[in-house]
T-cell receptor, first 115, second 109 residues
Framework: DTGVSQNPRHKITKRGQNVTFRCDPISEHNRLYWYRQTLGQGPEFLTYFQNEAQLEKSRLLSDRFSAERPKGSFSTLEIQRTEQGDSAMYLC?????????????FGEGSWLTVV | QKEVEQNSGPLSVPEGAIASLNCTYSDRGSQSFFWYRQYSGKSPELIMFIYSNGDKEDGRFTAQLNKASQYVSLLIRDSQPSDSATYLCAVKAGNQFYFGTGTSLTVIP
């Protein structure tokens, strides 16, 4: 078990460009979450998949953000027309199906810097 | 809006002392409670979880939950310099996990 894998780990992009992050969850985990974290803040929920279905999406997520999990395995998070305010660490996490003790395990994160 | 509140610190304790970290939450329907440790520039890693009232111990760590007071805490015994990090409290409500802003802990050798 290699854990949750994210790439790229670091991305520097110019304002207005599109970026895409990939997440490979732990193999038996059917739930996948995307979070965003800025300095001094806790992770902020963006969206959540159960298998290939996107079940919840934060109201804070603008139309420039889109996430997919086409085969219920890996997921991608795309940010279109990036803005400087998008600079953050984007965290992917996965978990087993529901249960009180089931928790989410994070990948190492993808750092985005928009210049 | 489901809120998770933590004292941002910084909290400083001498090596070998007990560090006490606190968290309150707003949603009474919250089911499970988690503590994550996050080193600077790294992603959060799970320390432990608790879902029943009372104490739960795991090595040097003890989580305490009081659902009536909507309060969860983490005690770190025999604190080590390697414990210096930000500690995030997370609450599960429904299918979502809500995080506090974290408490920064420094253990002074």
């Amino acid at each position: 078990d290699t854990g949750v894998s994210q790439n790229p780990r670091h991305k520097i992009t110019k304002r207005g460009q599109n970026v895409t992050f990939r997440c490979d969850p732990i193999s038996e985990h059917n739930r996948l979450y995307w979070y965003r974290q800025t300095l001094g803040q806790g992770p902020e929920f963006l969206t959540y998949f159960q298998n290939e279905a996107q079940l919840e999406k934060s109201r804070l997520l603008s139309d420039r953000f889109s996430a997919e999990r086409p085969k219920g395995s890996f997921s991608t998070l795309e940010i279109q027309r990036t803005e400087q305010g998008d600079s953050a660490m984007y965290l992917c996490a996965s978990s087993l199906p529901d249960g009180r003790g089931n928790t989410i395990y994070f990948g190492e994160g993808s750092w985005l810097t928009v210049v | 809006q489901k809120e998770v509140e933590q004292n941002s610190g910084p909290l400083s304790v001498p090596e070998g002392a007990i560090a006490s970290l606190n968290c309150t939450y707003s949603d009474r329907g919250s089911q499970s409670f988690f503590w994550y440790r996050q080193y600077s520039g790294k992603s959060p890693e799970l320390i432990m979880f608790i879902y029943s009232n009372g104490d739960k111990e795991d090595g040097r760590f003890t989580a305490q939950l009081n659902k009536a007071s909507q309060y969860v805490s983490l005690l770190i015994r025999d604190s080590q310099p390697s414990d210096s990090a930000t500690y995030l409290c997370a609450v599960k409500a429904g299918n979502q996990f809500y995080f506090g802003t974290g408490t920064s802990l420094t253990v002074i050798p």
